[in-house]
T-cell receptor
Framework: AQSVTQLGSHVSVSEGALVLLRCNYS??????LFWYVQYPNQGLQLLLK??????LVKGINGFEAEFKKSETSFHLTKPSAHMSDAAEYFC?????????????FGTGTRLKVLA | KAGVTQTPRYLIKTRGQQVTLSCSPI?????VSWYQQTPGQGLQFLFE???????NKGNFPGRFSGRQFSNSRSEMNVSTLELGDSALYLC???????????FGPGTRLLVL
């Protein structure tokens, strides 16, 4: 069965430092991959997605992620953290070849940005 | 375009009661999915509807049910509420699988 692993349930970075949030998936066939952000008491907002084509995907708010098939990874990065980036981040996969119509979410990484 | 809307935003119920949550998808979207989010279990898929048909279902007991109307609006119902049903219930709509899902703000349910 498809699964998603997010390493580190809590990550702290200093303002201006690199943000790196890790996501690995398990699938024999490259799935569609997504990163969402959730602010307190809100729903999930799409940051970026990978379906096909270019493996480096740019999203909103300066975030980007690179799909690495050999490593089954889709890590999220941002060169310089801002206080407003403090939130919970979720990696998700959708597995179109299997015909399912649901996302499998990782357990989330709560990002703290230190002043 | 208006986003996904969910009503009510907050709800307090007691054990044994039932509850109905509503979701209005983005205009033109025909797929609606429901998720339960809790601190302990994270985000778990409940079910997905497309053109009034349930296409996929997660591993939840039969107390959790849903439906979709011809205008794509969806409702989910939880009967015989348990304390463990306290959660944020999120609805997401998409133009069709496996398209991007867009989430609503959620309904926070507290069961006392």
């Amino acid at each position: 069965a498809q699964s998603v692993t997010q390493l580190g349930s809590h990550v702290s970075v200093s303002e201006g430092a690199l943000v790196l949030l890790r996501c690995n998936y398990s699938s024999s066939v490259p799935p569609y991959l997504f990163w969402y952000v959730q602010y307190p008491n809100q729903g999930l907002q799409l940051l970026l997605k990978y379906t096909t084509g270019a493996t480096l995907v740019k999203g909103i708010n300066g975030f980007e992620a690179e799909f690495k098939k050999s490593e089954t990874s889709f890590h999220l990065t941002k060169p310089s953290a801002h206080m407003s980036d403090a939130a919970e981040y979720f990696c998700a996969v959708s597995d179109p070849p299997s015909g399912t119509y649901k996302y499998i979410f990782g357990t989330g990484t709560r990002l703290k940005v230190l002043a | 375009k208006a986003g996904v809307t969910q009503t009510p935003r907050y709800l307090i119920k007691t054990r044994g009661q039932q509850v109905t949550l509503s979701c209005s998808p983005i205009s033109g979207h025909r797929s609606v999915s429901w998720y339960q989010q809790t601190p302990g279990q994270g985000l778990q898929f409940l079910f997905e509807y497309f053109s009034e048909t349930q296409r996929n279902k997660g591993n939840f007991p039969g107390r959790f049910s849903g439906r979709q109307f011809s205008n794509s609006r969806s409702e989910m119902n939880v009967s015989t509420l348990e304390l463990g049903d306290s959660a944020l219930y999120l609805c997401a709509s998409s133009a069709g699988a496996p398209e991007t899902q867009y989430f609503g703000p959620g309904t926070r349910l507290l069961v006392l």
